[in-house]
Structures are given as structure tokens and as C-alpha cells.
């Protein structure tokens, strides 16, 4: 069964730290590696794609995938409070659907 | 109203009965999901469709039927509702199985007494 695994939480940083959520996965098979953002009550949305070995940033955001360790983590640089909220990692095994972790709740300390 | 919308919002029924949820969406994405979202285990697959007509079984169909016969709709009956269906169901659709965007819909939080 393939797993995709993160810490729930919940993650307590500063304001202007930088947060770090990761996630392993169970097949070494996996190709394609995302990152949600669900804020309480409302749906996921979409806020980082990787596909290759190192770092892929964009704005604060840093995704870093590690395919041998079968790790991917996301990094946040300079959190504000609108940050805090649930992070969910998902994979995708080849062309199959995605499969997602419990995710983690980050909440941003002011 | 553009994008992907779900009906209803919150729902309560009663052990035994026949619910239906509503999942609509404007961008004629092919491929359409449903997910269940518990404490404890994340979001689960429910039921996809690849386009009208064509679905498969997720991670967790058991007590679920679906039914596509128009690209923009996909809704979702339990058929007895258990206890155990008390959940947040999420619609999401994308373009293609491979897509990295799946968008999601706003949820229907369902509970059964």
C-alpha cells in the first residue's frame, strides 16, 4: 500500500521564522510531489508542484525533494500569520491518482 | 458562477438514508474526483470519472454511487448512510489524471445521527 506520512502537529513558529513541514512517502516509484494549503473550514488549494531531485522555490515558498531518502519538505521564509493553517503532501505513483497525507497544522505565532 | 461548486453546504440525515451530493463544475475539466476528509486520515478517494459515463472506484467506494452522464456534473449518493460516512466530502476536478492543479470544491460537511 503506498503511503504518504507527515507529522500532524501542530507546528508552532515565530512570525518571521521559517517554518519546515515534511513528508515521506512509501515508493521509491513516485514522479510527481505537491504541496496543499487548507486553511480551517475551507478546501485545499494548490501552492507548490515538484518534479526533480533539489530545491524549487517560489516567493517564500521552497519545496525540496530527496528521491533516494523519499523525502519532500516545504519551507517557509519569513511567516506571517496568514500562513497558519493544515499543509497536506501528496504524490503522485505514476499516472495514478494522488495520494495524500493526514497533513501537518502550522500555526504562526505573532 | 465560474469554477466548481458543491450542494449542499452541510447536511444532516439519518442512518439508513438515501443522500445525495451535488458537485458541479464550469471549466469542462475531463477528469472529476470525490474525496472524503477525516481526522486522523487525511483525504481519501472516494470515486473518479474520466470523463461522461466512464468512473472508478477510489481508496474507500463502499456505501457510494456515482453517475456522470454530463461532463459538468458528478454526484455522489450514499445509498444507506451510515455513522461511519459522517465526514467533509470534497469535489475536485482537473484537466487530466496527470494535471498538477486539481481544484477543489468548497466541501459539503455531512453528518449522520
Known amino acids: 500500500q503506498k503511503e504518504v506520512e507527515q507529522n500532524s502537529g501542530p507546528l508552532s513558529v515565530p512570525e518571521g521564522a521559517i517554518a519546515s513541514l515534511n513528508c515521506t512517502y512509501s515508493?521509491?516509484?513516485?514522479?510527481?510531489f505537491f504541496w496543499y494549503r487548507q486553511y480551517s473550514g475551507k478546501s485545499p488549494e494548490l501552492i507548490m508542484s515538484?518534479?526533480?531531485?533539489g530545491d524549487k522555490e517560489d516567493g517564500r515558498f521552497t519545496a525540496q525533494l530527496n528521491k533516494a531518502s523519499q523525502y519532500v519538505s516545504l519551507l517557509i521564509r519569513d511567516s506571517q500569520p496568514s500562513d497558519s493553517a493544515t499543509y497536506l503532501c501528496?504524490?503522485?505513483?505514476?499516472?495514478?491518482?494522488?495520494?495524500f497525507g493526514t497533513g501537518t497544522r502550522l500555526t504562526i505565532i505573532p | 458562477d465560474a469554477g466548481i461548486t458543491q450542494s449542499p453546504r452541510y447536511k444532516i440525515t439519518e442512518t439508513g438514508r438515501q443522500v445525495t451530493l451535488m458537485c458541479h463544475q464550469t471549466?469542462?475539466?475531463?477528469?472529476m474526483f470525490w474525496y472524503r476528509q477525516d481526522l486522523g486520515h487525511g483525504l481519501r478517494l472516494i470515486y473518479y470519472?474520466?470523463?461522461?459515463?466512464?468512473?472508478d472506484k477510489g481508496e474507500v467506494p463502499d456505501g457510494y454511487v456515482v453517475s456522470r452522464s454530463k461532463t459538468e456534473n458528478f454526484p455522489l449518493t450514499l445509498e444507506s448512510a451510515t455513522r461511519s460516512q459522517t465526514s467533509v466530502y470534497f469535489c475536485?476536478?482537473?484537466?487530466?489524471?496527470?494535471?498538477?492543479?486539481?481544484?477543489f470544491g468548497p466541501g459539503t460537511r455531512l453528518t449522520v445521527t
Open positions: 471549466w469542462s475539466h475531463s477528469y
Open positions: 470519472s474520466a470523463a461522461a459515463d466512464i468512473t
Open positions: 475536485a476536478s482537473s484537466e487530466s489524471p496527470t494535471s498538477a492543479e486539481q481544484y
Open positions: 515538484i518534479y526533480s531531485n
Open positions: 501528496a504524490v503522485r505513483f505514476g499516472n495514478e491518482k494522488l495520494t
Open positions: 515508493d521509491r516509484g513516485s514522479q510527481s
